[in-house]
């Protein structure tokens, strides 16, 4: 079935000019536009009942006449959840490559609306792209939306809150982007995530490792952040010679192949994607640990290992929502769509709840009520703590291993929200 918010509107109905003396272009009356004010601010005009535009609201001009006040207008090419006033806005994918990941997020955001009722959020497409993404949070806040929810993948976020968010002072607050570096974004306090960064599980594989560590991970972004984390913390209190080796690699995982034969290693850190693995499990030496990401909790993966190697893995990932708050939430979906959660479901339902309990109208706004702790009054339905000091979820981090015929296996929390570890 087709959720109600799809298709998405391929925008507002516009005026047109008019193309004769005869031929007056008409709108759609009760249809809101943005429209510039002198001095350089921007307000709403509303298409009347003769089809035509009333003068902006700017100022000392105040409202249309028979409004008692002038409402948030609906940013173009965007759409409408919930009955109340729009508050905030929300920028995901809901075409191009990450298109399949959208529609989840949305759901979450819709059970939010009925949550928090009176509110509405104005939910745009980011196309999956950064320039689109860019292009609807300034749409957002031309209509006065003082925050927006999202962008979903890292690569977007950054490049949009550098083109968007941070020149019209938006504060945007991802329910999915995970990359380490967003940690340490120059953001003016203008960027959070509900989703945990992924180098809350290098910290905690850094932490189990206990001897002699080979480290292999990618040259990009992904992997040398999450080789920073995970070296913090295993060097924790010092790392002399031969303790740490790093192996990045960059064109080609064969770069790294030498460093996987080096003796008396206890353990193998590998911070790579499943494409990555062939060349480097056929170099591996000896039998030490293997410590993966959740990334390479895969049955893919899982099958590229003998017996004996998948005994010798230790994995973490993001520990898996419980408690009542998760449970409320699980079954509200449920009732709602016949299906459990999707991914990042319930860390969108989060971020409405921070922003509409923060409040604000402006992104500095916004910014200061979370930093004031607006936000702790929400229960996670995710699990995660809102926020830490730096404007990031903080999560719990649960092992997980492959099973003798290669199926993945779940187990305890290793790491919990009050960073106490627990060896499995």
Same mark, same amino acid.
């Given at each position: ?22 031929? /007056? ?20 005009? %509303? ?6 535009? @009333? ?65 509405? %959020? ?8 950064? @320039?689109?993404?860019?292009?609807? %949070? ?82 990009? +972004? ?55 693995? +062939? ?52 079954? /509200? ?73 290669? @199926? %993945? ?16």
């Amino acid at each position: 079935m087709t959720p109600r918010w799809l298709p998405l509107l391929a925008g507002l109905l516009a005026c047109q000019d008019p193309a004769t003396e005869d031929e /007056a272009a008409r709108c759609v009356p009760g249809l809101q536009i943005a429209c510039p004010c002198p001095g350089g601010p921007e307000s709403v005009q %509303i298409c009347n009942e003769d089809g035509t535009f @009333g003068a902006c609201a700017c100022g000392d001009a105040g409202p249309p006449p028979g409004d008692a006040a002038v409402p948030i207008a609906l940013p173009p090419g965007c759409t409408r959840l919930g009955a109340g006033p729009l508050r905030f806005g929300a920028v995901l994918p809901l075409t191009g490559a990450l298109g399949e990941y959208g529609p989840a997020m949305v759901r979450g955001l819709e059970l939010a609306t009925a949550a928090l009722d009176p509110l509405a %959020i104005a939910v745009c497409d980011s196309g999956s792209d950064p @320039g689109t993404a860019a292009d609807a %949070i300034t749409a957002c806040a031309h209509a006065g939306l003082p925050a927006v929810i999202g962008p979903a993948a890292s690569f977007v976020a950054v490049d949009a809150f550098e083109a968007a968010a941070r020149p019209t002072g938006t504060l945007l607050m991802s329910p999915s982007a995970t990359a380490p570096a967003l940690t340490a974004l120059a953001d003016d306090d203008l960027f959070w995530r509900t989703a945990p960064s992924d180098a809350r599980q290098a910290e905690a594989l850094g932490r189990l490792a206990t001897g002699p560590v080979v480290l292999v991970h990618r040259g990009d +972004p992904y992997g040398s952040g999450l080789a920073e984390a995970f070296e913090a913390a295993f060097c924790a209190e010092g790392c002399p010679p031969g303790r740490l080796v790093r192996a990045p690699f960059f064109d080609d995982p064969a770069e790294a192949a030498p460093a996987l034969a080096i003796e008396g290693a206890e353990a193998v850190v590998l911070l790579v994607f499943p494409g990555d693995l +062939p060349p480097l499990l056929a170099a591996l030496q000896g039998t030490p640990r293997l410590l993966l990401p959740d990334a390479l909790r895969t049955a893919e993966v899982g099958r590229s290992l003998s017996r004996a190697r998948r005994a010798q893995v230790l994995g973490v990932m993001p520990a898996q929502p419980a408690g009542p708050a998760w449970e409320a939430f699980a079954a /509200a979906h449920q009732a709602r769509y016949g299906e459990a959660p999707g991914l990042f479901a319930a860390h969108a339902w989060d971020a409405a709840h921070a922003l509409a309990l923060a409040g604000g109208e402006g992104g500095a706004d916004v910014a200061a009520a979370l930093r004031a702790g607006a936000a702790r009054a929400h229960p996670s339905a995710a699990g995660v703590r809102l926020f830490d000091a730096r404007g990031d979820a903080v999560g719990a981090i649960q092992a997980w291993g492959f099973a003798a015929d290669g @199926g %993945i296996e779940a187990g305890p929390v290793v790491l919990d929200l009050d960073d106490r570890l627990t060896p499995p």
